[in-house]
């Protein structure tokens, strides 16, 4: 669908990207040609992503939080106001490249706290493997609507509405949706 389309949340504003960018990088004291080695991606892509330019997938901004060393909210949250709603298909949403997975950010980690709050679409057909996040990290995840199979390699579990599942989110893990419509909310945990 396009963007726009009902239903359908918005892309990220590249300007909160961008600004993220800048600040972390700054804050960690690294290079343009630093941090894009450290994540693995080209030096002119991390130069358009802070000039508020391009088209970031969700794994090119996991891999710039890693290098970065901060939870990928960080780089993704919007400006807060002092009462924060967000309507059902509305908010900040990352799209995965490698399958039908959308994250919609709901709550950023504030100073002090640990974690971050998201609401995920996943349909069938296609795996959403996550490599390994921060050490420590620890996911939450709850299922509103229809089936997924989640967690670590090796131990992942069927669930279905209602589902709670808690595993470690510093291993390599993986979310595959088994019906159609499959909607859950998913906990970041981070020491």
């Not at 892509?45 to 901060?70: H, R």
């Not at 509305?90 to 709901?106: C, I, K, N, R």
Request: a negative charge; hydrophobic letters at 40%.
């Amino acid at each position: 669908m396009a963007e726009g389309t009902p239903g359908v949340p918005p892309r990220l504003p590249l300007d909160w990207i961008a600004a993220a960018l800048r600040r972390e990088r700054t804050r960690a004291g690294l290079s343009l040609s630093e941090l894009a080695k450290r994540a693995g991606i080209a030096k002119s892509t991390l130069s358009q992503l802070e000039a508020a330019s391009g088209n970031p997938s969700m794994e090119t901004i996991w891999a710039l939080a890693v290098a970065l060393g901060v939870p990928f909210a960080a780089l993704v949250e919007p400006p807060v106001s002092a009462v924060q709603v967000i309507r059902a298909g509305e908010g900040p949403a990352v799209h995965s490249e490698q399958s039908s997975y959308l994250a919609t950010l709901l709550s950023a980690s504030p100073p002090g706290a640990r974690r971050d709050i998201y609401a995920v679409t996943l349909e069938p057909g296609t795996v959403r493997d996550s490599d390994p996040h921060l050490p420590g990290t620890m996911e939450h995840l709850v299922v509103g609507a229809g089936r997924v199979k989640a967690g670590p390699a090796g131990e992942s579990v069927e669930l279905g509405p209602g589902d709670y599942m808690a595993y470690r989110g510093d291993v390599p893990h993986a979310y595959e949706a088994l019906e159609p419509g499959t909607r859950f909310v998913l906990i970041m945990q981070h020491v």
